[in-house]
């Protein structure tokens, strides 16, 4: 229970920290030809002076709200139970991380993806009645975005892109869990104890996150793909990605716009990932920490 609280008050507050940051990448990936989204800081600067901070940069935070704290709360949950099942029936450490993480994102994203749909279009739209950027969307708000959907294009949109985007979650949240377990375990080795101190718990958090998502973000690609469903001014044509086979989604993907195609935003995402990641952790090992020391004084006084 406590480790399910702890992680969605840490993982929501990461990502809210950090959405600004992941609206920059949405529109490098989403918008490759757009000159003034060329750097990470271009279309930072760009998006908050043309469309602002609430309405711009912090497009879609409602619906990324929405499915990060019940998200984060069903992964670790999901996560921590896994983990110690596998390890206390005989499993190796970490093969019993990287299926914890696999199991977590698993059961997750029937509530996240919904969101992500909602999320990355109002990214993609900015303000309302944008005058500075063609998305091809243009809804007053989630609720409004929420109802459109259904309306035009069933409730099935709301899971568009489903695949693809468990394709790239599912390793991210594998790896992302592999590598901060695997970190955590050398730096305690290295002080030589279980506290292992601040500047090592962010880094441990912080090269997790920045490793996994570097990795995987050509899958990154392929999920916007999915989302936009047909990418029309925004690349060199109209053009439908076939997502039902991850392999030929990479190939299409590589040969519409190279290698770059497949790492496009990654400085973003590089950042965003390294960031939400150590602030997640950070904050997911501390408020256990405390709910945990709480419990035992309660019982005590009990």
């Given at each position: 229970?406590?480790?399910m609280l ?8 990461g ?5 600004s940051?992941?609206?920059v990448k949405?529109r490098q990936q989403?918008a490759p030809?757009?000159?003034?989204y060329?750097?990470?800081s271009?279309a930072?600067l760009t ?8 309405r711009?940069?912090?497009?879609g935070i409602?619906?990324a ?10 992964f670790?949950?999901t996560?921590?139970?896994s983990?110690?099942h596998l390890i206390d029936?005989g499993?190796?450490?970490?093969i019993?991380?990287?299926?914890g993480g ?7 994203s ?11 279009r109002l990214q993609?739209?900015g303000?309302?009645?944008n ?5 091809g969307?243009?809804y007053r708000?989630?609720v ?5 959907i259904?309306?035009?294009?069933g409730?099935?949109a709301?899971?568009y892109?489903?695949k693809a ?9 594998a790896?992302?869990f592999?590598?901060y377990?695997?970190f ?6 290295w002080v030589g104890?279980r ?6 718990e ?7 996150g920045g490793?996994?998502?570097?990795i995987t973000?050509p899958?990154?690609m392929?999920v916007l ?6 990418v029309?001014?925004?690349t ?6 076939n997502t ?6 990479l190939?299409?993907?590589y040969?519409?716009e190279?290698?770059q195609?497949w790492?496009?935003g990654?400085?973003?995402?590089a950042v965003?990932?390294s ?7 950070v904050l997911y090992?501390?408020l256990?920490?405390?709910m945990?020391?709480w419990?035992e004084?309660?019982v005590?006084d009990?």
């Amino acid at each position: 229970m406590f480790c399910m609280l702890a992680g969605g008050l840490g993982g929501s507050t990461g990502d809210i920290l950090m959405h600004s940051l992941d609206t920059v990448k949405t529109r490098q990936q989403g918008a490759p030809n757009t000159i003034k989204y060329a750097t990470m800081s271009d279309a930072y600067l760009t998006i908050f002076r043309e469309e602002g901070f609430r309405r711009g940069l912090y497009g879609g935070i409602a619906p990324a709200f929405m499915g990060s704290l019940p998200g984060t709360i069903i992964f670790f949950g999901t996560y921590e139970y896994s983990k110690r099942h596998l390890i206390d029936s005989g499993c190796p450490d970490q093969i019993a991380y990287l299926a914890g993480g696999l199991l977590g994102d698993l059961f997750a994203s029937i509530i996240y993806v919904p969101s992500e749909v909602l999320k990355t279009r109002l990214q993609l739209q900015g303000r309302y009645n944008n005058p500075y950027f063609r998305s091809g969307y243009n809804y007053r708000g989630t609720v409004d975005a929420t109802r459109t959907i259904i309306r035009t294009e069933g409730p099935a949109a709301l899971f568009y892109g489903y695949k693809a985007t468990i394709m790239r979650d599912l390793p991210f949240s594998a790896l992302q869990f592999a590598f901060y377990e695997q970190f955590q375990k050398w730096a305690k080795e290295w002080v030589g104890g279980r506290d292992i101190g601040l500047p090592l718990e962010i880094a441990t958090g912080a090269m997790a996150g920045g490793l996994a998502g570097t990795i995987t973000c050509p899958l990154g690609m392929l999920v916007l793909k999915a989302l936009m469903l047909e990418v029309t001014e925004l690349t060199s044509g109209p053009l439908k990605f076939n997502t039902s086979s991850i392999v030929e989604g990479l190939k299409l993907l590589y040969k519409t716009e190279g290698i770059q195609g497949w790492f496009r935003g990654v400085g973003p995402r590089a950042v965003w990932t390294s960031v939400q990641s150590g602030t997640m952790l950070v904050l997911y090992q501390y408020l256990l920490k405390r709910m945990e020391k709480w419990d035992e004084g309660r019982v005590v006084d009990l």
